[in-house]
């Protein structure tokens, strides 16, 4: 019987293996050689169909589906969001498409993303989880996540209470919250960063509360959606 260090670094070394050959595939994108194209807007990626089928359910479903005889899927076009409908679940915007093929075959954010200051980060990487839950990629909106759990405001005890010692300020905080708390919801799909940030918002409420923007945003957004639950079943018990 195989011991757990055996077992654990066999598994590292197959992850090992596994990016190295992503690796690979993203240094012959990027010399033009792909079989697929995905088009939203002006913006057009060359990608490998099976790095897309492999990470997301939603490109492996559309590589699955019987197709005319004699042809050949080579592209497909995603609508664009435009300003009003920004975060529909059939729309998508390009920044965040990149994004997501980047972490596809690298897995992990790119180095612009990395240098961004604290607010503006947190802001990106919720939308680029939604596009990730778009595509209804698994491992990619679980390692996402991990990366926004460690953008999130920490904080310590001191002098017998709870001080902020790194993330955004707590109000850039609330604007954030209270955006993807306000995105539509996916067909047939939870958005998880909505139930990560609720399991969130619970450990730390007592230094959020200092905050009035953080009070206002947890009124609106968290309250005053269970009040109309409960309004709700207290009717359909009537």
Known sequence: MLSTQTVATSKNCKQAASLTV????????????????????????GVHKVVLATNSKYFE??????????????????ERCGKDDAGHPDRYNPKYIEE????????????????????????????VHRTATQ????????????VIGDCLP??????????QVSGPA???????SRWIFDQPQFPGLVWDLQLYLIEYLKENVTPLLRCKEMCAMLRDCIFDGLNKEDMVLQTASE
């Open 61 to 78: 479903e559309i590589f699955l589906a019987p197709q005319p005889e004699g042809t050949y899927i080579s592209m497909i076009e995603l």
């Open 154 to 163: 920490k904080f310590n005890n001191s002098n017998g209470g709870k001080q």
């Open 100 to 127: 997501v093929i980047h972490f596809f075959y690298n897995f992990e954010v790119t180095q612009r993303v990395k240098e961004m200051p604290e607010y503006e980060r947190l802001c990106f990487l919720a939308k």
């Open 135 to 146: 595509f209804r990629a698994t491992n990619v909106v679980k390692a996402m996540t991990e």
């Open 22 to 45: 992503l690796q690979k595939m993203w240094e012959r994108r990027e010399l033009g050689k792909w079989d697929f194209r995905i088009k939203c807007g002006d913006w057009m990626w």
């Open 170 to 176: 707590l109000t850039d905080f609330a604007v954030v």
